[in-house]
């Protein structure tokens, strides 16, 4: 009992390779004492030495590096919760993220946004780009179904629209929270190259933007003041802004802006009783609601 305490990493090892099917995994089914793979065979899928990793399991020679206890992951297939525990387990922290391209959103996390119908929400990457929206978030911050998929950034909807400074009564304030906030979210999830095409084409186009890239500012909350957006058919309306992990999917962030007051939320409701939709030209206009 004492052994199993101390070396809480190997028995995690020995219990993920006793999961694993041999046969499913090509080797051989032979004769076997115990079940899934053994020593050797973990081992050779994650292309280290046989008797280096019976020492980690025995909790022998000191702890594996980053790379390779990241074969070793991958040789017993752990899933990324899974994986997450070996290292900490290992090295009490998590493993370094890495971006990835966001593929889809499903149904379900669809079906959550729709469910906030008086309070603006959408999913974002790590790069920042909208991937979905609720009706709220149409009507009263950007309709993202009339901005081409490759634009809908955060960014480039701040810097690089002449009309949204006329929305954002607080604009250099809420732009230079947007900066320092997506600079903290990028290095946080490993996306740092996958943004620099972006900031390099914002720095080009952008003197704001440019001048406040390079302040360095790192922020992760928007601060006690609501955000104000001017909405040129309900008139002013203060968003509280709060940000959320999704469960199971590193690769998203949800945002969500309750309305700061009833009158507020009247404002909101007014919009969703109609349509409102932009052209990219400043036109504005109202239509019956078919929903």
Aim: hydrophobic share 40%; net charge neutral.
């Amino acid at each position: 009992m004492r052994e199993t305490k101390e070396n809480l990493l190997g028995s995690y090892l020995m219990d993920r390779r006793s999961k694993l099917d041999p046969a499913a995994l090509g080797f051989s089914l032979g004769r076997r004492r115990t079940p899934g793979l053994r020593r050797e065979e973990v081992a050779q899928r994650a292309n280290v030495s046989a008797t280096w990793y019976t020492w980690l399991e025995q909790g022998r020679g000191g702890a594996p590096s980053s790379n390779l206890l990241l074969r070793i992951a991958r040789a017993l297939m752990l899933t990324d919760a899974e994986r997450e525990y070996l290292f900490l387990l290992a090295f009490g922290r998590p493993p370094e993220v890495t971006h990835n391209t966001v593929e889809s959103v499903t149904p379900r996390l669809q079906r959550v946004l729709d469910s906030l119908d008086s309070s603006p929400a959408y999913l974002k990457t790590p790069t920042w780009d909208v991937v979905a929206w609720n009706r709220a978030a149409a009507l009263v911050l950007t309709d993202y179904g009339e901005v081409e998929p490759d634009q809908r950034n955060i960014l480039r909807l701040i810097f690089d629209n002449p009309y949204m400074p006329n929305k954002m009564p607080n604009w250099e304030s809420d732009a230079r929270f947007v900066v320092a906030a997506f600079r903290a979210d990028v290095a946080r999830a490993g996306a740092s190259t996958a943004s620099k095409a972006l900031v390099e084409e914002l720095c080009a186009k952008s003197q704001e933007f440019r001048v406040m890239w390079a302040e360095n500012t790192v922020s992760g909350t928007y601060g006690e003041y609501p955000k104000i957006v001017a909405h040129p058919i309900a008139g002013p309306i203060a968003l509280e802004y709060s940000a959320f992990a999704v469960d199971g999917r590193p690769d998203l962030g949800m945002v969500i802006y309750c309305p700061a007051t009833p009158a507020d939320r009247e404002r909101v409701l007014s919009l969703l009783e109609g349509e409102y939709f932009e052209k990219g030209t400043g036109a504005l206009r109202i239509t019956p609601s078919s929903s």
